[in-house]
């Protein structure tokens, strides 16, 4: 899972305080792939603005099914909080967690297409029970990190 988030932060004690805990939120971009599967770079993209060609790489990818190469590239919400504490006027320390909301992403959406195309039905019967393809995915991160502020 690759994930781009803007956040924006609610500090809940005034600027100044030792210690100032916070909540963030904001929209997500997510693209999901397999492992050997890549997005490929675009000779136009090379010579447009390098985050938007990102993007429209990564939903160009996203376009293309999983199984067949491609990825799931979706929008969600990201919320969390945190806390960030000056041990010493110059450094601090900061920890918080993050919580990413996307619709559930279908990676076997092509599977049975394959299966009649790729076998014989007199050799062959596969069953298998349905797949949950509804509801939320929920991708949650905690970080903490040390800073040198100048």
Same mark, same amino acid.
Do not use: C
């Given at each position: 899972?690759?994930?781009?988030?803007?956040?924006?932060?609610?500090?809940?004690?005034?600027?100044?305080?030792?210690?100032?805990?916070?909540?963030?939120? /904001?929209?997500?971009?997510?693209?999901?792939?397999?492992? &050997?599967?890549?997005?490929?770079?675009?000779?136009? +993209?090379?010579?447009?603005?390098? &985050?938007?060609?990102?993007?429209?790489?990564?939903?160009?990818? /996203?376009?293309?099914?999983?199984?067949?190469?491609?990825?799931?590239?979706?929008?969600?919400?990201?919320? /969390?909080?945190?806390?960030?504490?000056?041990?010493?006027?110059?450094?601090? +320390?900061?920890? &918080?967690?993050?919580?990413?909301?996307?619709?559930?992403?279908?990676?076997?959406?092509?599977?049975?297409?394959?299966?009649?195309?790729?076998? &014989?039905?007199?050799?062959?019967? +596969?069953?298998?029970?349905?797949?949950?393809?509804? /509801?939320? +995915?929920?991708?949650?991160?905690?970080?903490?990190?040390?800073?040198?502020?100048?």
């Amino acid at each position: 899972i690759r994930t781009f988030t803007y956040n924006a932060l609610l500090h809940l004690r005034p600027k100044g305080s030792r210690v100032r805990p916070y909540l963030a939120g /904001g929209p997500a971009f997510q693209l999901i792939h397999l492992l &050997d599967a890549e997005p490929s770079q675009s000779r136009f +993209l090379k010579f447009a603005a390098r &985050d938007a060609a990102l993007f429209l790489t990564a939903y160009n990818f /996203g376009s293309k099914p999983a199984l067949e190469g491609g990825g799931v590239f979706q929008a969600g919400l990201t919320y /969390g909080g945190g806390v960030h504490w000056h041990v010493t006027p110059r450094l601090f +320390l900061r920890a &918080d967690f993050r919580e990413t909301m996307t619709r559930r992403p279908d990676l076997w959406k092509t599977l049975p297409e394959k299966l009649k195309r790729e076998t &014989d039905s007199e050799t062959l019967r +596969l069953e298998y029970a349905p797949l949950e393809r509804t /509801g939320v +995915l929920r991708h949650q991160v905690v970080t903490m990190g040390i800073g040198v502020a100048f």
